[in-house]
């Protein structure tokens, strides 16, 4: 099937999916309210095979000692997926199905999978990375960008994680776990129970993002945008956490946003 935009439909609900510029959900609306920040670079892109930077774009996979692009100099930022185009598997009026083959310059054979699901209050987002060959670390996570401004009230976020992974100089972490700390944030949270965060436009909408994963980073430095990314590791997390995808044991994770009007 070709990589058109997709466009989901529930209640009042409209979700565009854009395979050909990779893989994202470019826009979520609500009763005709854009949530997600327009353009290329935004709305909301998968993070595969690996979530926030790569120290100096190496990491080790046994003995080898594996180079990413930097994309981020001195790092490589973000994983290869964002960058492609994904192929649609299956579509329906409020599901789409897309995938993308790992290819160059990541160095070991593999398919992603995200399943996109929309309900009249909810978006559920799933994702795998499957191989039939060798084995190899990887990471899955989603990088939205909620548009801080509805036309109201600046957005507020609510969260309690269990610890803030302290940030070096270069932007990754330490290996230090400290006591969160008040914003502004571009730093990654622990929470152990899994990833609940909670998103409150005044008089508007709450959205929480939710995952069964203990990790995610949030992101509002930027004046247009907030970004609340859960993932199943830390920021270099191949190196520091790496979670193995085997031709037995795929990778797999999911996220839900579910809102409500207020």
């Known amino acids: 099937m070709s990589n058109e935009d997709i466009t989901l439909t529930a209640g009042d609900a409209e979700v565009t999916v854009q395979p050909g510029n990779g893989g994202r959900v470019g826009g979520l609306r609500l009763g005709g309210v854009e949530l997600l920040r327009q353009g290329e670079r935004y709305g909301c892109f998968p993070m595969v095979p690996w979530c926030g930077r790569i ?8 003995a080898t000692v594996r180079r990413m692009p930097l994309n981020a100099p001195p790092h490589a930022i973000h994983g290869t997926a964002r960058d492609a185009a994904w192929r649609t598997a299956r579509r329906s009026g409020d599901e789409a199905v897309i995938t993308y083959d790992l290819t160059e310059p990541w160095p070991y054979p593999g398919r992603v999978t995200q399943q996109v699901a929309l309900t009249a209050d909810s978006l559920t987002l799933t994702m795998s990375v499957e191989t039939y ?7 899955i996570g989603w990088h939205p960008w909620f548009l801080r401004n509805l036309g109201g009230e ?3 976020l609510d969260f309690a994680p269990a610890w803030q992974e302290e940030r ?10 400290l006591d969160p700390k008040p914003g502004p944030w571009d730093d990654c949270f622990g929470m152990p129970g899994g990833v609940d965060v909670t998103l409150t436009w005044p008089g508007q909408l709450e959205l929480r993002v939710t995952s069964r994963e203990e990790w995610v980073v949030v992101y509002d430095e930027q004046r247009e945008a907030v970004c609340v990314e859960p993932q199943t590791g830390p920021p270099d997390g191949l190196n ?12 797999e994770a999911s996220t839900t946003w579910s809102w409500t009007r207020l």
């Open 240 to 251: 520091t956490h790496p979670r193995l995808v085997t031709p037995l044991e795929p990778l």
């Open 154 to 156: 600046d957005v507020r």
């Open 133 to 139: 060959e060798s084995s190899f670390p990887a990471q």
């Open 168 to 177: 070096g100089d270069d932007h990754l972490p330490t290996g230090h776990r």
């Open 55 to 62: 120290r100096d774009g190496r990491f080790r996979d046994g």
